[in-house]
């Protein structure tokens, strides 16, 4: 069974987790240098061109010299050679060396366009090990910019801003989405602004926020309010550090109720920082608490993951609620009833 999610006009196509996809380019090129790609391939398409345009562009990493693990490296070694393309070890201090380059040196010195890939997030059968999202992690180590996609053509836009920013960039792609989402991509080279939240629902009755693979579920959850007559703003952060307030202040303060859904755990996950900062800039103006519907705190299960995911049922009850203003502390609904399979695509 496959579910179409339109996203600004186009259909991104996600079919279900039991029938992935292994081909990395769905359909033959459309005109105008257009293709329909996954997301993994339009990665592989941002590291050619980042390569390509700018001979001091390197990567490095585990595994990325025969391709990696996800295959997002492949051919980059055969064509720029070993030299500029090579396997190392996990050492590298992000943390400590990376993220205070610039404020130790006074500004005269930075990582050199430091941009660090790494996949996050469901899988389907990751379990503890491969299904986590560690993002509110790095978000809380000053220095650093944590950029996370939704869709092939975002990851490639992203990737090559965050490829030609001076800044150290942790930028997170989605697992799930690598070869189950896919959508048209220009071949050419293009960037999509860091830092820049988007409204890709609009809505007056609650705001709804979230990031990386989270966007397709929350937009279904859209969908089915939307039957019920309940109008639901949605917005894609993709930039977590720093991200746009701007924006999702202007939304709280048009709907007056916000709900941010996230994978990770909820003590501790970024969407607490975004609640904090909006009840700071936006109390006045709030018709109902802050909710979250995010992952629970425990490690991610293996056969329990229905339970613990933020499904489009579990925002959908959380929206009626907080519609009708109840005041409870139900961040993490288990929704009970759930007998279809489609909360997990």
């Known amino acids: 069974m496959s579910t179409c999610v339109k996203r600004l006009g186009k259909w991104v196509s996600l079919v279900s987790k039991r029938g992935l996809s292994t081909s990395s380019v769905q359909k033959d090129a459309s005109e105008n240098g257009v293709k329909s790609l996954n997301l993994y391939s339009a990665i592989n398409q941002a590291l050619h061109i ?10 490095f990493g ?8 996800f295959r997002c490296t492949t051919g980059l070694a055969d064509r720029f050679g ?9 050492c590298e201090q992000i943390v400590n060396e990376a993220a205070k380059f610039r404020y130790r040196s006074g500004n005269q010195f930075n990582c050199g366009g430091l941009t660090i890939r790494t996949p996050y997030g469901a899988v389907g059968h990751g379990g503890h090990y491969h299904s986590q999202s560690p993002e509110a992690f790095f978000c809380h180590v000053p220095g650093i910019k944590v950029v996370i996609p939704r869709s092939p053509k975002e990851a490639k836009g992203l990737l090559l801003s965050c490829i030609r920013d001076p800044n150290p960039i942790v930028f997170f792609e989605p697992k799930w989405l690598y070869r189950l989402a896919v959508e048209e991509v220009p071949e050419d080279d293009y960037m999509t602004p860091l830092s820049e939240a988007e409204v890709i629902r609009q809505g007056c009755d609650i705001t709804l926020v979230g990031w990386g693979a989270q966007l397709s579920i929350m937009e279904q959850a859209c969908l089915d309010a939307e039957k ?3 109008s639901c703003e949605l917005i894609d952060l993709k930039t977590l550090i720093p991200w746009d307030k701007e924006t999702v202040e202007a939304s709280v303060k048009k709907t007056g109720r916000l709900l941010i859904s996230h994978e990770a755990p909820v003590t501790g996950g970024f ?16 018709e109902a608490p802050v909710a979250r519907v995010c992952g629970l705190d425990t490690p991610f299960p293996l056969v329990f993951e229905p339970f613990y995911m933020p499904t489009k049922n579990k925002s959908k009850i959380m929206v009626g609620k907080w519609i009708c203003s109840v005041h409870v502390e139900f961040y993490n609904v288990i929704d009970d009833d759930d007998d279809d399979d489609d909360d997990n695509d």
Do not use: M, Q
């Not at 585990?62 to 693990?69: A, I, K």
């Not at 609640?275 to 109390?283: G, Q």
């Open 50 to 59: 980042a390569l390509d345009t700018d001979p001091r562009a390197y990567v």
């Open 62 to 69: 585990e595994d990325v010299g025969f391709g990696g693990v």
């Open 82 to 90: 070993k030299n500029r393309v090579f396997n190392t070890p996990l």
């Open 228 to 230: 019920e007559g309940i």
């Open 271 to 286: 969407g607490a920082e975004i609640s904090a900062s909006i009840l700071e800039r936006c109390f006045s103006r709030l």
